[in-house]
Each structure stands twice: as C-alpha cells, then as structure tokens.
C-alpha cells in the first residue's frame, strides 16, 4: 500500500441509486429478486447436470462449470450492494474489503469469459471433427482445461488488485458504481494512475479480446461446416447446439466490451451503472433460463426430475459418477455430417 494508505483505516461509500428512500426500497427488491432467481437457476442448472447421466457430456461438464462460477459472481457483488441500497448512501466499505471485493471480481469474471472461449472450443470440436470428438474432449482434458480457466483467472486477478491498491487513496472517496469495479476506484486515487489505467486495458485486451476472438474463429469453422450439411434437420440440430451459447457470450461479451475496451477518458460512471446491473445481475438470470428453454435434453431432465420419480433420482445419482457417456446431439451431428460428405 501507498504511504497514504498507512498513515489510518480507509472507507470508500458508493454511489447511492437514488435519495429516495421509497425508490430505493423498489430497487432492493428488484435486485433481491433477481439475485435469489439468479442462484435458484443456476443451482437448479449444476443439480440437474450432476444427477442425470444423460447430460454428463463435455458441454453439460462447462456448463455446470460456468453455473458455479455464476453463483460466485453473484454472491461476490449482490449481498453488499443490497446492503448498501437499504442503507440510502451511507454504506461503506473499507479499503481491504474492497481489495478483496475487486479481487474475486476479476478472478470469477475473467474464468467466466475464458469458460465460455472452452466452450466454443468443445462446439468446434463437436461439429467440425466428429468422430475424434470422442477421442479429444476426454474427462481428464475437461478437467484440465476447467482447472487451466480458474489459474488463468487468478493469474490476471493477483497482479491486477495488488497493482491498484498500492496506490494511494483519498479518505471517504465515492465509488461511482455499486461495488468495486476497476475504474471507479483507481479514480480516487490521490497520484498519477496513467500507467495504471495502461495496465487494466491490457488486462482487459486479454481477458475479453483474446477470448473472443477464439470464439468468433472456432463459429467461422462451425458456421462452414454446418452450411455443407444437406440435411435441414442436421443443420438444425448442430445451430441448436451453439445457440444458447452465442446468446450468452454476446450479453457477457457485450456490456463488459463497452466498459473496460473503451478509453478511461470515455468512461461514464452512468454508463457503468447501467451496464454493471447487466452483468451483474440481469445475465446471471438469464444464464440458466437461456440454456433451459433453449435445449431439449436439458428441458427432458427438468421434466424427470419434476416427476418426483424416487426410484428413478435414486438410480440416476448412483449412475452419476460413472464418466461421461456419448452425447445424443453429438451422434446426430456426426450422422449428418457423414452424410454430408457421401
């Protein structure tokens, strides 16, 4: 920490929503609702992965993944953003609580974006090589790239949060947002945070352009191979299978683009309000309702376990550690991709 850092306790307060306290009361159920519906989907999501064999395939694998990361997420920003809603802008935070605070930000956010680049790369595999699918996306390489995303995470993580807050900051500054967020509170530091500001578009360069980049290139392929299919159906199966995913990189991709990509001297705390609830909070709802109402299997394994079957969730549990059987899309899609090139 810098000097000024030392010399007593630091607090930084956020920027209130509104003065009003009947508004705020409206914005706290807003977000108290859907951060609950937020954590049900998405504990509904891992659940429903965990206990049904049908769904343990490398794409339902990532997806779990990515629900667990969403849990975190939420569960990093809602609770104290809810807090200080109700406290009417006289919520506080201290300088280490909001290290700490910026540092599970960016670890959760950065495995979130680099989840979903592996997850293109399993729909490029799928599609584009078929039949070494199999051979190529084994349990022990899905378990790899996953534990590969969270050290990359903490990689860009620890340098990031130790670089900003060695930096001297002002007593009872206001962050412009509603949590931590990078820019907001290098802002209140009281030195020359040009290089600072370097270092987090590099950052960002990394964790979103990079990321997307392998995103957009693995669909260029997907996008070729799915048009030399003859099959209308085949065509429909494989684009089925790919688009609950683009539906999420573009929200995650998007709203996270226009703040961090953007130069710091364009940033606009209004802005950032409005896009930080986003993704923040709006995207960890629609996570699992887009991957639910968009996949029949999944949608299938919902109806089972809503059944109430105690037999057959008693079978399904015992069967779920048993590895990760074929994937019924992926045998349709290696159909008809034979069938095209015969």
Known sequence: MGDENQ??????????????????????????????????????????????PSLHSPMYFFLANLAALEICYSSTIAPLTLANVLSVGNGFISLVGCGTQMFFFIFLGSTDCIVLAVMAYDRFVAICQPLLYPLIMRRQLCVRLAVGSLALGLTMAVPLTVLIFRLPFRRNGEIGLFYCDVLPVIRLASADTRLHEAVVLAFSVVALTIPFLFIATSYVFIVATVLRIRSAEGRSKAFSTCSSHLTVVVLQYGCTSLIYLCPSSSYSP?????????????????????????????????????????????????????????????????????????
């Open 7 to 52: 010399t007593g306790t630091i607090y930084f307060h956020f920027h209130p929503f509104s003065m009003v306290p009947g508004v705020q009361m409206l914005i706290f159920v807003a977000f108290l609702l859907m951060y609950l519906v937020s954590i049900l989907g998405n504990v509904t999501v891992g659940l429903l992965i965990w206990a049904n």
């Open 270 to 342: 209004e802005r950032g309000r409005v896009l930080s609830v986003i993704y923040t909070f709006i995207t960890p709802v629609l996570n699992p309702v887009i991957y639910g109402l968009r996949n029949q299997e999944f949608k299938n394994a919902l109806k089972r376990a809503l059944r109430k079957d105690k037999g057959e969730w008693s079978m399904l549990q015992f069967q779920s550690n048993q590895g990760f059987p074929e994937d019924c899309a992926i045998i349709d899609i290696v159909t008809t991709s034979i069938a095209a090139q015969n």
